[in-house]
């Protein structure tokens, strides 16, 4: 399970290397270098739609799910 926009691009890094595409090729089909490949995957607000830019051109997808913690009682009425 991912909770930080760090583990989210480690996550990204990982399919990356599972996947057996270069980062190079990647960044040319997103039209950038190489290292601003690296620096887009470290930039601290990495988000889901930055990592569907570059999973999108290997053929990935990320999502978010939301669940309800069962384990937290809120009173609606307060």
């Given amino acids: 399970m991912i909770h930080t926009n760090k583990e989210l691009a480690q996550a990204v890094n ?6 057996g595409y270069k980062k ?7 039209g950038i270098s190489r290292q601003a490949l690296t620096h887009f ?3 601290a607000n990495f988000s889901i739609d930055d990592a ?3 999973l999108d051109i290997i053929g990935y997808k990320a999502s978010a799910k939301v669940d309800k913690n069962i384990l937290r009682n ?3 009425n307060s």
């Fill in 41 to 43: 995957l470290q930039k």
């Fill in 24 to 30: 190079n090729w990647i960044a040319d089909q997103l």
């Fill in 52 to 54: 569907n830019k570059i």
């Fill in 14 to 19: 990982e399919v990356i290397k599972e996947s």
């Fill in 74 to 76: 809120i009173d609606k």
